[in-house]
């Protein structure tokens, strides 16, 4: 069986440049290849998602305007580039208003780690209002069970911010404030544009940058 071409979602960020090493020598063998949803800037194979840059400047504005001055942001280690660019729109957001950014990063391998790290960020000397969990949804519900466990009240004592909206952060208790990416709509178009290289109606490089939502909801209060 033959395969026509490629629709390629991506792996974790240790093996990001691996990966696009192996797209750029399937592209250069004549596949048609599209990424989405995660993707590195350099890369010369089609794209499909969102501005996950302005997408981590958007959430820390909005965390901002409701008052919070101490943000941390919570990531893994060795990231890929999509959610590096949303820490960049964090740092960028923050460094405009003239606040510090406060980074805490976690071993993905490391069971526990996130938990581990939001123990630091609550017992810390510096009295943090707000966590935005760069990473993804997950990241965040793991701080939000940890927090349970601790007593500490979501967003009373602390707010927490997702990215993602995955179908989780509306059953969550409390239910998760994020950024939503258009899933559905990210891999319709980039089924399309697959086709369209493989009948090679599309010849040229073409990125689809398709539009993000905030969604605020019970995790992150107003402090103003």
Do not use: W
Request: charged content about 25%.
């Amino acid at each position: 069986m033959s395969v026509a071409g490629l629709a390629i979602c991506g792996v974790s960020g240790d093996a990001e440049q691996e990966e696009q090493r192996l797209i750029q020598e399937l592209m250069d063998e004549g596949m048609p290849v599209v990424q989405l949803d995660r993707y590195v800037q350099e890369s010369s194979c089609p794209y499909v998602g969102i501005d996950n840059y302005y997408a981590g400047l958007y959430m820390t504005e909005k965390l901002i305007q409701t008052g919070h001055r101490n943000i941390v942001l919570l990531m893994g280690e060795n990231s890929t580039f999509i959610v590096r660019e949303r820490c960049r729109g964090y740092k960028d957001a923050m460094e405009e208003q003239k606040l510090q950014p406060h980074i805490f990063t976690y071993a993905r391998d490391t069971y526990g780690s996130v938990y581990q790290q939001f123990y630091k960020i609550v017992h810390s000397e510096t009295k943090y209002t707000a966590v935005f969990t760069v990473g993804g949804d997950v990241d965040a519900i793991e701080c939000i069970r940890a927090a349970h466990k601790m007593g500490i009240r979501i967003p009373s004592d602390i707010s927490i911010a997702g990215f993602d909206d995955i179908s989780l952060a509306e059953v969550i208790n409390p239910t998760l404030t994020t950024i939503y990416q258009p899933k559905t709509e990210i891999g319709e178009n980039a089924m399309r544009m697959l086709s369209a290289i493989i009948e090679k109606r599309l010849v040229k490089k073409k990125n689809i940058i398709l539009p993000f939502e905030y969604k605020m909801r019970e995790s992150t209060r107003i402090i103003i």
